[in-house]
């Protein structure tokens, strides 16, 4: 069988030869006159104006006549079990989005589910898409936070400065803060002293109400505000600096504003660096300086304490705040020895087991008189 004729048609006995338009069928006989037999390979004869073949040259594929009775086709529409395939099969059979065994293990996140028909498959995919949706659903919220955060800070930053103008302060510390109390009390009549750190970003009015919730989250205005106000403890007598102890709160912000630069007054060398704090009222100005610093928490009540049977009871718990100071001034033992007031500072920090920062100031003009006592 030639390499062309064998692979299309194969003649059956006694049947007539189809015409050819470029291939045809050899109609040759066996010498002595006797027909082919049964299943004997005709040769192709190439029609005369044909170009010689080569080796590399491939046949053109014959096709199909009506008239072509009594030839087999060779090849048949069957699969590779050898069942008749349906009409349209062997291309679906081709075609690989719809071949399961092919499509088996792809793309996890296809939610169309033909890609794989296995149902624990199904379900991961379903769970992958869930958690992407969460994942990306909690990033806007984290997003949303800080955003908000931000323009929260913005907004306490603003309003600082609005406050800021009513008062001018000395930067080195050298003099005390010059404030406008007619404008100041214009704006907020419970406004009772002004605070300052110098060399700091702490320089505030300082508020007190009938509680210590209101200035929590609440401006000078009235309005909500994240930092809220510094604001002096409602059990002491206002204007402060009355009571053996004076308490002042403020908070402390991430973004470094209000109380942030007591809270880093845990460290010797920023405890050393700040030498005044002055506190002043419409009718007094005292300058302190810092004695002590320690951490404490939320619950502890032995901080708001005005006031002491004797002014040996008030040193020894001035003693006693020393022996857990986390910094503390060389002298403090000396330093409270005299002591008579005390005005102390208190905002939150973020250390576990504690929350809060303490520092405790005391009036320059005792602790001169104790340094002066002891160089006699």
């Known amino acids: 069988m030639s390499d062309t004729e064998g692979k299309h048609f194969r003649q059956a006995p006694g049947s007539a030869q189809p015409a050819g338009d470029g291939w045809a069928v050899d109609d040759a006989r066996p010498a002595g006159g006797a027909q082919p037999a049964y299943g004997d390979e005709p040769q192709a004869v190439a029609p005369r104006d044909a170009a010689p073949r080569t080796s590399r040259q491939t046949a053109p594929v014959p096709t199909a006549r009506p008239d072509a009775a009594g030839f087999i086709p060779v090849v048949t529409n069957e699969d590779a079990t050898g069942s008749q395939a349906r009409p349209g099969r062997g291309r679906r059979r081709n075609d690989k989005r719809t071949n399961r065994d092919a499509y088996r293990e792809t793309d996890p996140y296809d939610l169309s589910g033909k890609r794989s028909r ?3 498959k199904r379900r991961n995919r379903i769970i992958s898409a869930i958690l992407f949706i969460v994942g990306i659903g909690l990033i806007a919220a984290a997003a949303f936070m800080w955003g908000r955060a931000q323009w929260e800070y913005h907004e ?10 009513y008062a001018t302060v000395d930067d080195t510390g050298n003099e005390p803060p010059q404030v406008d109390w007619a404008q100041l009390k214009a704006v907020n009549s419970e406004v009772v002293g002004w605070i300052q750190i110098p060399g700091t970003v702490v320089s505030f009015p300082v508020y007190q109400a009938s509680d210590n919730d209101k200035y929590l989250h609440t401006n000078a205005e009235g309005e909500y505000s994240l930092g809220g106000q510094v604001f002096m403890d409602f059990e002491n007598q206002a204007p402060g600096m009355v009571d053996q102890q004076t308490i002042i709160y403020g908070h402390h912000l991430r973004n470094g504003a209000m109380f942030k630069p007591i809270a880093d007054m845990d460290k010797q060398e920023v405890f050393d660096s700040v030498d005044t704090v002055w506190y002043v009222t419409e009718g007094a100005t005292y300058e302190l300086e810092p004695l002590l610093l320690y951490y404490t928490d939320e619950n502890d009540q032995n901080v708001r304490v005005f006031e002491w049977a004797s002014a040996d009871e008030f040193h020894a718990y001035l003693d006693g705040l020393l022996a857990k100071a986390q910094t503390s001034r060389a002298d403090a033992s000396t330093a409270i020895g005299t002591a008579q007031h ?3 500072l208190c905002t939150c920090n973020y250390i576990d087991g504690y929350g809060r ?20």
Do not use: F, H, M, W
Not at 156 to 165: H, I, Y
Not at 361 to 373: H, I, L, Y
């Open 118 to 120: 296995d149902p624990r």
């Open 156 to 165: 306490q930053d603003v309003e600082t400065q609005k406050l800021a103008a």
């Open 357 to 376: 920062t303490i520092l405790v100031c005391v009036p320059k003009a005792e602790v001169g008189a104790a340094s002066a006592a002891s160089n006699q």
């Open 342 to 344: 005390v005005l102390t």
